[in-house]
């Protein structure tokens, strides 16, 4: 059967509807993008592909960004000409990718994307299982469908018109064109940045069935703008969330960095929570602070101190992060264990074991960010022990800084259900704070004062010495 009756045919019985483009052209003296806010090696690229015969945009995340008087992140260019036409014009051009073959145009450490226009290609190849990512700009990378009617892979080129179609949401598929330095906006982009609101291109049931990771996509882009969400481009999420069980752990790890470590961490979280994929990303942790008011508030203190620091251009690492969205549960199995006598140091090794093999089934967090949360929850048990020289040798731990901050939320938050209330009644925090900014003999008098504390007569316990073998 020829391709494009299976195409029509697919079209028929999906009952989708086709998105339609409608051009509308805002000229310069109409809108804010200058040439002055975009970066000078996206400008070469752009001038050059012009130069060279090719049409060029700047697309994307950059052009709504600039409108929305914000500082692009990326500069994105969109054209006719093919990876390997682009090749030709750039000799610092590398192409990238299999799935979905991408323009690199290199300027130092500026790396331009340069993507040629796209069409959505019918299914033909439901045995393909290939995939791709998304990126901030709305390009989504995939048209080819499999038997679930996700997008599996795409390199089929088109006109400008039929590439907008393809994108994701309006606001996302905005064309700066450098030859007449005009906005095109084929899908109402323009109207819906002006209302702030976020609107699916095309059927939104259609959409999310080709690619589930536009909900956590609708989620992000709802908090990084301040949007909303348009009513049509909400409602399937919740029936359709599930098909996020679909998509490879390896990439809802991707995804979940660019949710909570973008600076907006806090607002993504909350629209998560609003639309009920925290759920489907962190079920434990969805579980914990749906019950527990001292679990949400460690979550978002924790996502609030990332923002924070982001803001103020200090570096953040997921490993603090992932041990404070999973701290909850965490703690709940190890209370539970310490319940049925396993000791302290195998219940939190346990413990945290069994939340991060879970939790990895769904999002794969890297060993590089899942052994530096562990450490950080065992030195929740050591930071207590302060007696003797231990206060010193915690101290030099290159975990310690992490394991303080982490103590600073807990306590700022409070005990979690079936942890013990007087459980900070030592205000620890401020312990080591001062521990930290004393001199030696300062130090040692912190130190004494907590051996003070012991009970008249009490003696400290002594260590047996084990017998050298004869």
């Known amino acids: 059967m020829p391709k494009r009756l299976v195409g029509f045919i697919s079209r028929v019985f999906s009952g989708s ?16 993008v200058s040439r002055k806010a975009i970066s000078p090696a996206a400008l070469k690229v752009l001038y050059r592909l012009k130069d ?10 950059g052009v709504r960004d600039l409108l929305l008087d914000g500082r692009p992140k990326d500069f994105d260019v969109a054209t006719n000409a093919t990876p390997e036409q682009v090749k030709r014009v750039f000799s ?31 299914p033909d190849d439901p045995g393909d299982d290939d995939h791709l990512d998304d990126n901030d700009g709305g390009d989504d990378n995939g048209a080819v469908h499999g038997t679930t009617g996700m997008i599996l892979r795409d390199n089929v080129w088109g006109t400008v018109e039929q590439d907008a179609l393809r994108r994701d949401f309006t606001v996302n598929a905005l064309y700066y064109n450098i030859e007449t330095f005009a906005i095109h906006d084929y899908v109402g982009g ?5 209302k702030k609101r976020l609107r699916l291109i095309g059927d939104p049931e259609t959409r999310y069935r080709e690619d589930p990771v536009r909900m956590l996509r609708a989620a992000r882009f709802a908090a990084k703008l301040g949007f909303t969400v348009e009513d049509n481009t909400a409602r399937p999420i919740e029936k359709l969330k599930p098909l996020l069980r679909q998509v490879p752990a390896a990439r809802l790890f991707d995804e979940t960095l660019k949710l909570l470590l973008g600076g907006y961490g806090r607002a993504s979280w909350e629209w998560l929570e609003k639309f009920g994929l925290d759920e489907i990303l962190f079920p434990d942790t969805a579980h914990c602070v749906r019950r527990d008011a001292n679990a949400r508030a460690l979550v978002l203190a924790a996502l609030d101190n990332s923002d924070r620091r982001i803001r103020d251009g200090k570096s953040v690492t997921p490993a603090f992060l992932f041990a404070a969205l999973l701290w909850p549960e965490t703690a709940r199995r190890f209370q539970q264990l310490l319940s049925e006598g396993v000791p302290e140091i ?4 346990q413990a945290g074991q069994q ?26 048990l050591r930071l207590p022990r302060r007696n003797g020289r231990r206060a ?18 807990r306590e700022a938050a409070g005990p979690l259900a079936r942890e013990p209330e007087d459980i900070f009644a030592e205000r620890l925090g401020s312990w080591w704070q001062d521990y930290q900014e004393a001199d030696a003999d300062a130090r040692l008098a912190l130190v004494q004062s907590l051996d003070s ?3 008249p007569g009490s003696q400290p316990k002594r260590r047996r010495r084990r017998r050298k073998p004869a």
């Open 346 to 349: 195998p219940a939190i090794a």
């Open 453 to 455: 504390r012991r009970q």
């Open 190 to 194: 323009m109207r819906d940045l002006g």
């Open 355 to 380: 939340v991060l093999d879970e939790q990895c089934r769904v999002v794969a967090i890297p060993r590089r960010f899942s052994v530096p949360a562990r450490e950080i929850w065992d030195m929740q």
């Open 392 to 409: 010193e040798a915690l101290l030099a731990s290159s975990r310690f800084r992490a394991a303080f901050d982490f103590l600073l939320l």
């Open 92 to 122: 610092n051009c590398r192409l990238v990718g299999r799935r979905f073959r991408l323009a690199h145009v290199l300027f130092g450490r500026d790396v331009i994307e340069v993507a040629t226009f796209r069409a959505n290609h019918q």
């Open 52 to 61: 060279a015969g090719y049409e060029a945009y700047l697309v994307g995340g």
């Open 17 to 32: 509807k086709q998105p339609e483009a409608e051009l509308r052209v805002i000229p310069r003296e109409e809108h804010t």
